[in-house]
C-alpha cells in the first residue's frame, strides 16, 4: 500500500520566495497533519484538517504560512515570502477517524533550506 | 496542561546491551500511548501502542507497558543492534482530540 507521499524531498529557495509543499495522504484516511520539525523546537504541529477542513491551525507561525486541502487525495502548505527561519523539515501525516488508539502515518519530509 | 517527557539523549550503547528509553506523561484522564521511531532522513513509524492501563505494546523486539500508576511508558529492548539506531518518540492521544501530543525525542546510537 502507498504511505503518506510528499513533494519534493528537498527544497533549496531564496528568502523572499514563495515556497509551496505538497501532500498526499493515504487513501481512505480522514485526517492529515503538517508538521515542522527543527533541532531548536522538535516536532511542532502546525495544522491539521478531518475531512478536507482546516480544524487546529493555531500553531501556524504567521500569516506568511497558509495551507490547503482541496479534496481528500491532496494538501498543500505554503509559505509566502519565505525567510531563512522557515528552514526545516516539515512532514505531513494522516490517520483514520478519531479513535485515540489510531496511529498517524507520516511521509518522508520536506527538506526546505530558505538561504 | 497535557505533556509527555523524555529522557535526554544521545543514548549510546554497545550492540547487544539494554535499552531503556524513559517517558513520562502528564495527563488529565488516560490517554493512548505510543513510541514513534525516526531513522535518518525518514519520517516517524509508529513503532508500538497501548490504549489503557497495564497494557503492554511490543514490535520488533521492543516492549513499553502502560503505568497508569507512576504514569510511565518507558521503552525497552533486551539486546540493541546497530540499526536500531534512531530517534524514538513518545507521544499520547486522547479520545475526545485528534492531536497527538510528542515528546521532544531521544537519539539512540548503537556501535557494534
Known amino acids: 500500500d502507498a504511505g503518506v507521499i510528499q513533494s519534493p524531498r528537498h527544497e533549496v529557495t531564496e528568502m523572499g520566495q514563495e515556497v509551496t509543499l505538497r501532500c498526499k495522504p493515504i487513501?481512505?484516511?480522514?485526517?492529515l497533519f503538517w508538521y515542522r520539525q527543527t533541532m531548536m523546537r522538535g516536532l511542532e504541529l502546525l495544522i491539521y484538517?478531518?475531512?478536507?477542513?482546516?480544524?487546529?491551525d493555531s500553531g501556524m507561525p504567521e500569516d506568511r504560512f497558509s495551507a490547503k486541502m482541496p479534496n481528500a487525495s491532496f494538501s498543500t502548505l505554503k509559505i509566502q515570502p519565505s525567510e531563512p527561519r522557515d528552514s526545516a523539515v516539515y512532514f505531513c501525516?494522516?490517520?483514520?477517524?478519531?479513535?485515540?488508539?489510531?496511529?498517524?502515518?507520516f511521509g518522508d519530509g520536506t527538506r526546505l533550506s530558505i538561504l | 496542561g497535557n505533556s509527555v517527557t523524555q529522557m535526554e539523549g544521545p543514548v549510546t550503547l554497545s550492540e547487544e546491551a539494554f535499552l531503556t528509553i524513559n517517558c513520562t506523561y502528564t495527563?488529565?484522564?488516560?490517554?493512548?500511548l505510543f513510541w514513534y521511531v525516526q531513522y535518518p532522513g525518514e519520517g516517524l513509524q509508529l513503532l508500538l501502542k497501548?490504549?489503557?492501563?497495564?497494557d503492554k505494546g511490543s514490535n520488533k523486539g521492543f516492549e513499553a507497558t502502560y503505568r497508569k500508576e507512576t504514569t510511565s511508558f518507558h521503552l525497552e529492548k533486551g539486546s540493541v543492534q546497530v540499526s536500531d539506531s534512531a530517534v524514538y518518540f513518545c507521544?499520547?492521544?486522547?479520545?475526545?482530540?485528534?492531536?497527538?501530543?510528542f515528546g521532544t525525542g531521544t537519539r539512540l546510537q548503537v556501535f557494534p
Open positions: 501525516a494522516s490517520s483514520l477517524a478519531a479513535f485515540s488508539n489510531q496511529p498517524q502515518h
Open positions: 487513501s481512505g484516511h480522514d485526517y
Open positions: 484538517f478531518n475531512n478536507n477542513v482546516p480544524i487546529d
Open positions: 495527563a488529565t484522564g488516560y490517554p493512548s
Open positions: 497501548a490504549t489503557k492501563a497495564d
Open positions: 507521544a499520547l492521544r486522547f479520545k475526545n482530540t485528534d492531536k497527538l501530543i
